[in-house]
T-cell receptor, first 113, second 113 residues
């Protein structure tokens, strides 16, 4: 079954701790993306990667970091520098970026206590 | 920079009635436009997309959308809604580059029995 998996679905962390969200895809897509969703705000782009070992900042990259060591995986770390980390985080992938259709994972809801 | 406006935050429609969700975009060149649907706590599912050609595009679940360049609009329509259509709907645009999608803030669709 091809698709995008995100784990865990719910994540709780204490303030000041870094936390890493997982995103894996078996669609053989080159491009991967991370979005943040807040109520009434739509989705905003955090980071994206068009190819292994390369990634670019999106509109709201401050306080986040990513890595792309494998084509299938694009983990997102929410650092303690992120001022308001509680949100719903969505990962997406597309064949090769640009205008290609993006397919989304089920999301991870992060709550910082 | 590109942007998307969804003027209606909430829309309530009776089951069986027709539906139109509005989307206006701002982009300097020919846009690539998408409509996604999101059920509570879930990821996004692609309904339809417009790249070029016929300005009326058909999607899944009986949805269609019409691209009107003169009005910078890409409104989503359905002739008869079902209770299962209750969800959040997002319009999105992407340019030719690799910057990821720019989303509207979403329209929350409520279906009345």
């Amino acid at each position: 079954d091809g698709g995008i998996t995100q784990s865990p679905k719910y994540l709780f962390r204490k303030e000041g701790q870094n936390v890493t969200l997982s995103c894996e895809q078996n669609l053989n897509h080159d491009a991967m993306y991370w979005y943040r969703q807040d109520p009434g705000q739509g989705l905003r782009l955090i980071y994206y990667s068009q190819i292994v070992n390369d990634f670019q900042k999106g509109d709201i990259a401050e306080g986040y970091s990513v890595s792309r060591e494998k084509k299938e995986s694009f983990p997102l770390t929410v650092t303690s520098a992120q001022k308001n980390p509680t949100a719903f985080y969505l990962c997406a992938s597309s064949i090769s970026g640009g205008s290609d259709t993006q397919y989304f994972g089920p999301g991870t809801r992060l709550t910082v206590l | 920079a590109q942007s998307v406006t969804q003027p209606d935050i909430h829309i309530t429609v009776s089951e069986g009635a027709s539906l139109e969700l509005r989307c206006n975009y701002s982009y300097g060149a020919t846009p690539y436009l998408f409509w996604y649907v999101q059920s509570p706590g879930q990821g996004l599912q692609l309904l339809l997309k417009y790249f070029s050609g016929d300005t009326l595009v058909q999607g899944i679940k009986g949805f269609e959308a019409e691209f009107k360049r003169s009005q910078s609009s890409f409104n989503l329509r359905k002739p008869s809604v079902h209770w299962s259509d209750a969800a959040e709907y997002f319009c999105a645009v992407v340019g030719g580059g690799a910057d990821g999608l720019t989303f509207g803030k979403g329209t929350h669709l409520i279906i009345q029995p």
